[in-house]
C-alpha cells in the first residue's frame, strides 16, 4: 500500500503547478484524500480534501482546485497564480473514515506519501 505524490518544483510567482497523487495497493475512490503542506519554520497545515465532494482551504480558494482520475487511481491539485508563501513540501493522504468537512484539520489520516517540494520564487 503506497501513495506517491509527484510534480513539485521550481515555478515563478503567478504560476502554476499541477501535483500528483498516485495510489497503489488499494483504490483512491473508496477514500477520502487529502492534500497538505509543511513550510520551513511552520506546522503543517492542510490544503484540500475530496471525497463526495471538496474541501479547499481558504489559502488556496480561488487558486486550487483538487479533482479526481478513478481510471488512474489519482488525485490532482491544480495549483494557479502561485506566490512565495504557496512553498512547501505537499503531502497527499488518505483515510477511510475522516469527515470531508473536517478533513483539512486532520492528521491522523490512513496513509501519507512522501512530499513533493514546492518551490515559489523569482
Known amino acids: 500500500v503506497q501513495l506517491q505524490a509527484s510534480g513539485g518544483g521550481l515555478v515563478q510567482p503567478g504560476g502554476s503547478l499541477r501535483l500528483s497523487c498516485t495510489a497503489y495497493?488499494?483504490?483512491?475512490?473508496?477514500?477520502?484524500i487529502g492534500w497538505f503542506r509543511q513550510a520551513p519554520g511552520k506546522e503543517r497545515e492542510g490544503v484540500a480534501c475530496?471525497?463526495?465532494?471538496?474541501n479547499v482551504a481558504d489559502a488556496g480558494k480561488g487558486r486550487f482546485t483538487i479533482s479526481r482520475d478513478n481510471v488512474k487511481n489519482t488525485v490532482y491539485l491544480q495549483m494557479n497564480s502561485l506566490n512565495p508563501e504557496d512553498t512547501a513540501v505537499y503531502y497527499c493522504?488518505?483515510?477511510?473514515?475522516?469527515?470531508?468537512?473536517?478533513?483539512?484539520?486532520?492528521?491522523?489520516?490512513?496513509?501519507w506519501g512522501k512530499g513533493t517540494l514546492v518551490t515559489v520564487s523569482s
Open positions: 495497493g488499494f483504490t483512491l475512490n473508496d477514500y477520502v
Open positions: 493522504a488518505a483515510d477511510m473514515a475522516v469527515v470531508l468537512g473536517f478533513c483539512l484539520e486532520y492528521y491522523g489520516m490512513d496513509y
Open positions: 475530496i471525497g463526495a465532494g471538496t
